[in-house]
C-alpha cells in the first residue's frame, strides 16, 4: 500500500503499526509503585489496576532521560518506552530499583505490540479481539484491560498518542502471527514508518532522541499539557527543576507545531530565523502531510506567537515556516 493509501485508511478507517521495537519492562514487588513513583514525574502510586498514565524519568537536573507509558496490572507495573531512550531508562532501573524489593524482567522479546489507529479503531479491535465496543470506549488514556485472545492473555490499552482514536495490544510473542491474520481478516493493512511519522508530527507528539533528549527540560516538550508531570506527589529525581519552573518561573522554550509555508522541507536542526536574522530556534521533525502540507515540529522561544512567519535555514536551503497553534488554544 501506498504512503497516500496509508494515510487515507488511518483518516477513513484504520490501519495497525508494529510497535514492538519498543522496550517493555515488568516491575514487581509491593514496593514497585513506591520506588517508580520516586524516579518519574507522575504519580504512580496513585494508580490502580486497570489505570496507567505517562511520565518522564528525568536526569537529577530534571532533564528528560527517557518517556514512559506505565499500565498498572493486578500485581505489577508494565512500562514501556521508545527504543531510542531504552540504554537510559535501563540504567536507571539498575541504579535506583533494588531487585530484592522490586524486582524487574525486560519483556521485550516475550510481548509484542501493535497499535491500531484511526477512525475505526475502536471498532476493529472489537471485532478481531472479540471485545465489547463499550469497555473500550469506557477506557481512560492508557487504561487497559485484560482479555483472551485465542490460548494467549493480551493486554488492550486506550493510547492518545495521535489526534486519531488509538489502542495498543500488548500479545505474547508465539501469538503474533494470529494477531496478525486477524487484521488480515477485518481488511486492516498494516502502517509503514512514514505514515506513522506524519500523524505523529500532526498531533505534536514529541518523540525522545528526535524532538527531545537528555538536554530537554519536561516543560519544554508540552509534558504538562500531555498530562505527565504531578506537582502534588512526593520527591523524585529531577523535581526541584520541574517545580521550580512550574511554581516560580518559565522555560523560555517550546516544542511548536510548524507548517511550512514554502519548499523544500527543512531538515532536522534547521536553524529559525526572525525578520533580523536572529536564531530563535531550530527544527527538530519534518514530513509532508497530504492533508497539510508540510508540517514540522521546533523548538522555538517562548516569545514567539502563533502566525509568525520565520524562516528556516540550512547547509543548502532555506524556507518559510510558520508557527502553528493547536486545536486547544495552545501553541505546540
Given amino acids: ?71 498498572a496490572l493486578e500485581d505489577s507495573l508494565l ?26 524482567h525486560d519483556l521485550t522479546s516475550e510481548l509484542g505490540d501493535f497499535g491500531v489507529f484511526g477512525r475505526s479503531a475502536r471498532s476493529v479491535v472489537s471485532r478481531v479481539m472479540d471485545v465489547d465496543d463499550k469497555d473500550l470506549a469506557a477506557l481512560a488514556p492508557y487504561g487497559h484491560i485484560s482479555r483472551p485472545f485465542r490460548n494467549v492473555t493480551v493486554i488492550i490499552a486506550r493510547v492518545p498518542e495521535m489526534d486519531l482514536e488509538g489502542f495498543d495490544i500488548l500479545i505474547p510473542s508465539e501469538a503474533v502471527g494470529l494477531l496478525k491474520g486477524g487484521f488480515q481478516s477485518a481488511g486492516i493493512a ?35 499539557e500531555l498530562g505527565a508531570i504531578s506537582y502534588t506527589k512526593g520527591c523524585y529525581i529531577g523535581q526541584e527543576t520541574v517545580a521550580r519552573v512550574h511554581f516560580r518561573g518559565h522555560v523560555n522554550r517550546f516544542l511548536r507545531r510548524i507548517r511550512f509555508v514554502t519548499r523544500p522541507a527543512p531538515p532536522k536542526g534547521a536553524e529559525l530565523v526572525d525578520e533580523t536574522g536572529k536564531v530563535i530556534g531550530d527544527i527538530r521533525s519534518a514530513a509532508l502531510s497530504p492533508r497539510f502540507g508540510g508540517v514540522a515540529l521546533g523548538m522555538v522561544r517562548r516569545e514567539i506567537p502563533p502566525g509568525t512567519t520565520l524562516q528556516a535555514r540550512w547547509d543548502g536551503g532555506e524556507c518559510s515556516v510558520q508557527i502553528e497553534q ?4 495552545a501553541t505546540v
Fill in 1 to 71: 500500500m501506498s504512503e497516500m493509501n496509508e494515510y487515507s485508511a488511518l483518516h477513513n478507517g484504520a490501519l495497525y503499526f508494529d510497535r514492538s521495537d519498543r522496550i517493555r519492562m515488568r516491575i514487581s514487588g509491593q514496593k514497585a509503585a513506591e520506588l517508580v513513583t520516586g524516579m518519574v514525574t507522575n504519580d504512580v502510586s496513585a494508580l490502580v489496576p486497570g489505570e496507567g498514565q505517562y511520565a518522564a524519568a528525568l536526569t537529577p537536573k530534571g532533564k528528560i532521560v527517557a518517556d514512559l507509558r506505565i499500565f
Fill in 79 to 104: 512500562i514501556d518506552t521508545s527504543a531510542a531512550a531504552a540504554t537510559g531508562w535501563k540504567e536507571m532501573v539498575r541504579k535506583y530499583i533494588n531487585p530484592r524489593l522490586a524486582p524487574y
Fill in 190 to 224: 498494516p502502517g509503514g514508518k512514514d505514515t506513522w511519522e506524519i500523524a505523529r508530527i500532526e498531533s505534536g507528539r514529541p518523540q525522545w532522541g528526535t524532538d527531545m533528549d537528555d538536554s530537554t527540560l519536561p516543560q519544554e516538550a508540552n509534558f504538562d
Fill in 326 to 329: 493547536n486545536e486547544k488554544g
